[in-house]
Every structure is written in structure tokens, then in C-alpha cells.
């Protein structure tokens, strides 16, 4: 019963690196997110994909890319690291949107620190 | 604009009593959906109970409960019989119906149980 699984659990990278998140759900979900948690300000979002081959921009999109290749995998992409992407990272996967209870699943988190 | 706020950084609770969690939000839209989320010191974000703004009565799931007052913007978590597991921040979220994909989160509540 896997359901949301991130990979790594935890990074530490030097300004200027790049590095890729990997995100795998199980549950056969349209909707998948990448968010990050910062203290004090909850969970932001990043980027989102709808479907398998599109992504789309949230709220705090730049410096990071995604892809969604395939419909179970969502990658979070970071060019070029900066000390103010030190945060921790969560993927989320849910139902095709509307109004009924669809819940968005999380993975366990990857915290990510750039020096 | 803050679209959810939770006013409560940190809360301390009794075990055995119940504790309420505050949250009021802000929409223009009719039709939005409301949740809270646990999220304990191992990381992991876990869904606790969901209110759709049609909903007439109170969302209950076991000793949770969502106390909705529509006309007052707020939907505050009620956890009964507190035990020390429920030791965790607690996050409120809404989904708006114009806006379905993406889950606005407050900054989050810090519940300690004492024993």
C-alpha cells in the first residue's frame, strides 16, 4: 500500500547544483503536485500536472521544472540550486478535481538543503 | 490576500480533553471544499476530515469534527478525548471550485497533548 512515494528522503546540495525529486503514485490518480513547506507559512505550490504530459505553474514556480512523462511519475527539477530552495518538498497526488471529497495524498517529504 | 489563516501557532491540551483548532478563510465562491490535515514530527501530511460548503451538517470522522459556520468563514477542528499521539501541527486547506486543482493551506497549528 505505497500510495505516494518520494525519492531521496533527504539531499544536501552546494549553490549552483541541480538535482531531480522523483515522485511515484500507485493509485492511478490524474492530479499530481509538488509543493514545499517553509516555517511558518504552511505548504506552497509549486508546480501541478492535470495529466500525463502536462504541467502547469503554482505559486511559486520559479527556479524549478517538472515533467510528467509518464501518468504514475512526477519529477521536480531544480537547475540551479539557491540557498532560499533549503525547504522540505512534498508530492501529492489526487482525483480529477470538482466538488465530491477528493483528497490529495502526500508522500513522506524530502528535505532538501542547499549551503 | 491570506486565504486561509489559522490564528494559533501553538496550543497546549490535557490529555483526555478536547482541544479546537480555529480557521476562517476567505472566498467569493460558492462552492469550495474544506480540509484539515495532521502532520506529525516524522513528516508525513495525513488527511483528517473534509467539509463541502453544501454539506448541512458538521463533518465527523471518529474524534475529529468540523465545527462549519458558513456565514462566519470558519471551519474549526474539533479533537475529542485527546490523546498523546495527537501530539502534531495541524494544517487547515480549501479547495475552491473555480480553482479545483490546487488546495490553499494556512500556515498551521501546533498541538502538544500533556499527559
Known amino acids: 500500500n505505497a500510495g505516494v512515494t518520494q525519492t531521496p528522503k533527504f539531499r544536501v546540495l552546494k549553490t549552483g547544483q541541480s538535482m531531480t525529486l522523483l515522485c511515484a503514485q500507485d493509485?492511478?490518480?490524474?492530479?499530481m503536485y509538488w509543493y514545499r513547506q517553509d516555517p511558518g507559512m504552511g505548504l506552497r505550490l509549486i508546480h501541478y500536472?492535470?495529466?500525463?504530459?502536462?504541467?502547469a505553474k503554482g505559486e511559486v514556480p520559479d527556479g524549478y521544472n517538472v515533467s510528467r512523462l509518464k501518468k504514475q511519475n512526477f519529477l521536480l527539477g531544480l537547475e540551479s540550486a539557491a540557498p532560499s530552495q533549503t525547504s522540505v518538498y512534498f508530492c501529492?497526488?489526487?482525483?480529477?478535481?470538482?466538488?465530491?471529497?477528493?483528497?490529495?495524498?502526500f508522500g513522506a517529504g524530502t528535505r532538501l538543503s542547499v549551503l | 490576500a491570506q486565504k486561509i489563516t489559522q490564528t494559533q501557532p501553538g496550543m497546549f491540551v490535557q490529555e483526555k480533553e478536547a482541544v479546537t483548532l480555529d480557521c476562517t478563510y476567505d472566498?467569493?465562491?460558492?462552492?469550495?471544499?474544506l480540509f484539515w490535515y495532521k502532520q506529525p514530527s516524522s513528516g508525513e501530511m495525513i488527511f483528517l476530515i473534509y467539509?463541502?460548503?453544501?454539506?448541512?451538517q458538521n463533518a465527523t470522522e471518529g474524534r475529529y469534527s468540523l465545527n462549519f459556520q458558513k456565514a462566519r468563514k470558519s471551519a474549526n477542528l474539533v479533537i475529542s478525548a485527546s490523546q498523546l499521539g495527537d501530539s502534531a501541527m495541524y494544517f487547515c486547506?480549501?479547495?475552491?471550485?473555480?480553482?479545483?486543482?490546487?488546495?490553499?493551506f494556512g500556515a498551521g497549528t501546533t498541538v502538544t497533548v500533556r499527559a
Open positions: 501529492a497526488a489526487g482525483r480529477v478535481g470538482g466538488l465530491a471529497k477528493n483528497i490529495q495524498y
Open positions: 493509485m492511478n490518480h490524474e492530479y
Open positions: 500536472s492535470v495529466g500525463e504530459g502536462t504541467t
Open positions: 472566498t467569493s465562491d460558492q462552492s469550495y471544499g
Open positions: 467539509q463541502g460548503s453544501y454539506d448541512e
Open positions: 486547506a480549501m479547495r475552491e471550485a473555480f480553482n479545483d486543482y490546487k488546495l490553499s
